[in-house]
């Protein structure tokens, strides 16, 4: 094989060194105009005792073994600067023991010793490095660096996760109808939201509480008192979205993935802090056992398929990895039923519809002038939202476009600079997402709550004026 390049390398001067050579993808996407992204491949090449970098190539495709006996003839021969110039290594060790079986009897032609080891520290930690100054940012850290999570563990995550995805559990349960979850049993319960009714965001998240999910999704509370809550999860996404050590290892091991979009994510997010961590074990060993039992609960003690779901509560055993253990699931009703059921002693039946409107409204005027524009408003979005009681919506579907009414008469009078009202106002595309986002929250899901009602109202007032 490659006999020129074997007789140029016998040539040089021989050194006691060893050297640490790779085949792997890059830690980085390459975004073509006119193509999909992709990972590369690079060909690495380290010296051991110095940690020098001798050689990388990036290749499109998975190098072949032939490629991968030319990159290290080629850091014999044309070193990186500064790399300790040319000559022949004693040993070179690879973690690929195909490869040593490929390209051994080659280098021992020229008196390099060629061996396998399954794990190059070394090599890891400069891809690390490289990924960093490319970057300019740490990498994601992958599950498996996470203390007390194991590859079976990760295993039985994504293996449950896929399942999870080709059940779509959101068909049947929207994602503001917690389901409390107890594993095992007699342990401390957690309320989980089944992601996807919507349409954009799937998967599964975790809460400690009901008032933590009520505060995340009410869009009529202050944005630090969200920010103050706790959640994991585990939401399907592109493969750019996953970090670079769980794509490896999904690829290592052979795990499945169910779908081109549908890559698991596992991703936390701790009281105070604006960034996103990784799950600990026990989490992810919770995200593992409710993804495995959730769908089936679903379908088959909610009766889902057959209608609305109704009140129900289960215990399911846990196999495998999970040692036999149960998990114990309730579903009571949606968020919104919940929590007026916990505020319906303090609600006036008789309320007066024009005191109710008063009401809607007292926050959105300053003076005379200001509160007639108010009413108006107001009133516009009273009769949009009797259009949409007319059709039937959930009560929690129903009470969100009321929370979002609001905010869209507060934002209106407040930031609209308007003196005369015309239902022309509410057209076209949503607007005050900035103020949105300054004022009440940044959390993706609760802006598109609000996009979407406003979407709604543009309809209706261009339905409006369609019929006049």
Known sequence: MLPKQLKNAQRLKQRQATWFATRRRAYT?????????????IVLVVEAEQGRIRRTDIRDDLPTPKDVLASLFDAMRRPILGSGGRYRPARIVLDDSALVDVLAPSLTQIGVHCNYQHTLSLVQDTLHSMA?????????????????????????????????????????????????????PDGQARYAL??????????????????????????????????????FSLVFDEQRAMSFYDLDAIEKYRWPVAAELAYPVAIKVVSGTDTFTIPTANEVAWLAAALRTIPDFITQHLHATQGLPRPAEATFGLSGLHGGRQIALRYRGDLWALEMEDDEDDEDEDYDEQAEL??????????????????????????????????????????????????????????????????????????????????VSDAPSALKSYQATWRKLARYAQKLEDSA
Request: net charge negative; aromatic share 16%; proline share 6%.
């Open 29 to 41: 996407w390459i975004d073509p105009q006119d193509g999909d992204s992709y990972r590369p491949y």
């Open 358 to 439: 008063e009401d809607f409204i007292k926050d959105w005027h300053w003076d005379d002038a200001s509160r007639e524009f108010a009413r108006q408003v107001g009133q516009f979005l009273f009769e949009f939202l009797d259009d949409l009681d007319a059709k039937r919506f959930s009560d929690r579907t129903y009470n969100k476009h009321v929370d979002n009414c609001w905010l869209i008469g507060k934002f209106t009078c407040d930031y609209g600079y308007r003196e005369t009202f015309s239902p022309e106002i509410f057209r076209g595309e949503p607007s005050y997402l900035y103020e949105f986002k300054r004022k």
């Open 132 to 184: 960093v100054r490319m970057h300019r940012q740490e990498p994601i850290p992958g599950l498996l660096s996470v203390p007390g999570v194991t590859v079976p563990m990760v295993q039985e995550l994504y293996t449950a996760a896929a399942d999870f995805y080709r059940q779509a559990p959101w068909k049947w349960l929207d994602n503001q109808s917690p389901i409390e979850v107890r594993c095992p």
């Open 194 to 231: 089944v992601l996807g009714s919507g349409g954009e965001t799937f998967g599964l998240v975790s809460y400690e509480s009901l008032d933590d999910i009520y505060t995340v999704y009410s869009t009529t509370r202050p944005r630090d008192a969200a920010e103050s809550v706790s959640w």
